[in-house]
C-alpha cells in the first residue's frame, strides 16, 4: 500500500514570497490532515479535513495560510506571504476517519526554510 | 486536550527491554492513549493505541493503569532502528495533540 506523498521536500524562498505545498494521501482515506512542526517542537495541526469540507482550522493563520482538497483526495496548503517564523516542516497525514481510534498516517513532510 | 507528562530524554541499550512512561492524569473516561515515534528526518509513525485494556502489537505493548492515569510504551528488545521521539497522546476527538515526547536514545 502506497504511503501518504508530499512534495516538495524541501522549499527555500524569500520573506514575502509565496510557496504551496501538495500532499496524496492514502488510497481510501476520507481525513487529511496538516501539520506545522518547528524545529524541536511537537508537530501542530494546522488544519483537518474531512472528504473536501473542513472540519478543524482553529489553529491555521488564516491572513497568511490557505488550504483546500477540492475533490476529497490531493491537497494543497499555500503561504502567502511567507516570514521568517514559518520556517518549518509541513507534514501531511491521513486516516481512514475522525474517529478516536483510528491511527494517521503521515508523510515524508516539506523542510521550508524562509530567509 | 488532556495534558501528557513525559521524560524528555531516556536512554537503553541495545536488545535490552525500554520502558516508557507517559502520565495523564486528567485523562477523561473515552480518551484513547496514542503513541507515535518520529525517526530523525522523518515524519510521525504510529505505534500503538489502547482505552483501558493492555495492547500488544508487532512493534510494541502498551500497559496502561488501573485508574488509566498513566501508560507505559514497552519496546521488548530495542535496536538502534528504535531511537526517536516517542509521543504520548490523548485523542478526544480527531485531533492529535502533540506534546515534546521523550528522546530515545539507544546504545550499541
Known amino acids: 500500500e502506497a504511503g501518504v506523498a508530499q512534495s516538495p521536500r524541501y522549499k527555500i524562498i524569500e520573506k514575502r514570497q509565496s510557496v504551496a505545498f501538495w500532499c496524496n494521501p492514502i488510497?481510501?482515506?476520507?481525513?487529511l490532515y496538516w501539520y506545522q512542526q518547528i524545529l524541536g517542537q511537537g508537530p501542530k495541526l494546522l488544519i483537518q479535513?474531512?472528504?473536501?469540507?473542513?472540519?478543524?482550522d482553529s489553529q491555521l493563520p488564516k491572513d497568511r495560510f490557505s488550504a483546500e482538497r477540492l475533490k476529497g483526495v490531493d491537497s494543497t496548503l499555500k503561504i502567502q506571504p511567507a516570514k521568517l517564523e514559518d520556517s518549518a516542516v509541513y507534514l501531511c497525514?491521513?486516516?481512514?476517519?475522525?474517529?478516536?481510534?483510528?491511527?494517521?498516517?503521515f508523510g515524508p513532510g516539506t523542510r521550508l526554510t524562509v530567509t | 486536550d488532556a495534558k501528557t507528562t513525559q521524560p524528555n530524554s531516556m536512554e537503553s541499550n541495545e536488545e535490552e527491554p525500554v520502558h516508557l512512561p507517559c502520565n495523564h492524569s486528567?485523562?477523561?473516561?473515552?480518551?484513547?492513549i496514542h503513541w507515535y515515534r518520529q525517526l530523525p528526518s522523518q515524519g510521525p509513525e504510529y505505534v500503538i493505541h489502547?482505552?483501558?485494556s493492555n495492547v500488544n502489537n508487532r512493534m510494541a505493548s502498551l500497559a496502561i493503569a488501573e485508574d488509566r492515569k498513566s501508560s507505559t510504551l514497552i519496546l521488548h528488545r530495542a535496536t538502534l532502528r528504535d531511537a526517536a521521539v516517542y509521543y504520548c497522546?490523548?485523542?478526544?476527538?480527531?485531533?492529535?495533540?502533540f506534546g515534546e515526547g521523550t528522546q530515545l536514545t539507544v546504545n550499541p
Open positions: 489502547g482505552l483501558t
Open positions: 497522546i490523548l485523542k478526544s476527538g480527531s485531533r492529535l495533540t
Open positions: 497525514a491521513s486516516s481512514v476517519g475522525t474517529a478516536r481510534g483510528y491511527e494517521q498516517y
Open positions: 479535513f474531512q472528504n473536501n469540507g473542513v472540519v478543524d
Open positions: 488510497s481510501g482515506h476520507a481525513t
Open positions: 486528567t485523562i477523561s473516561g473515552t480518551d484513547y
